[in-house]
């Protein structure tokens, strides 16, 4: 299929070449917007559309602590916020819920902002200009190691 579909081909190439670090920020990324779409979908009522797009946040969420390398200390911690992201999609979606859906929100932009900024720093160190601080370190272990 994607060989007739030009923008498919590109689309899956662009995914197989990039970074574990990278793969991680695009899950962040669709989460985010999957909960905006279903946050519009609450707004205008629409009960399939909220929740076909907080299952997809929901399976992001399940994704990142599947692959999450339990062997690094500050997994711990970030499989718990996981965990507690995706207890606050369920009830959003359950629920109808949007204060849990911000609340999950608010954490997945942090983690997406807090990975973009290891990722960043991770590339001058890489490229010079720079250091990676040990927790930076760990976090970008933890989460992409298994990718």
Known sequence: MAANNPYAAYKQTSIETKSPGELTLM???????????AD?????GSTEDRHTNLVKAQNIIRELMVTLDQSVNVSQGMMQL???ILARLIDANTKDDREALAEAAGLVTEFRDTWKEVI???????????GVSKAAGNAYAAAGAKR
Do not use: N, P, V, W
């Not at 519009?40 to 205008?44: G, K, P, R, V």
């Open 27 to 37: 899950l962040y990324d669709g989460c985010l917007k999957f909960i905006r779409r």
């Open 40 to 44: 519009a979908a609450m707004e205008t």
């Open 82 to 84: 996981y965990d507690f």
């Open 120 to 130: 960043q720093m991770d590339r001058r160190a890489r490229h010079g200009s720079g």
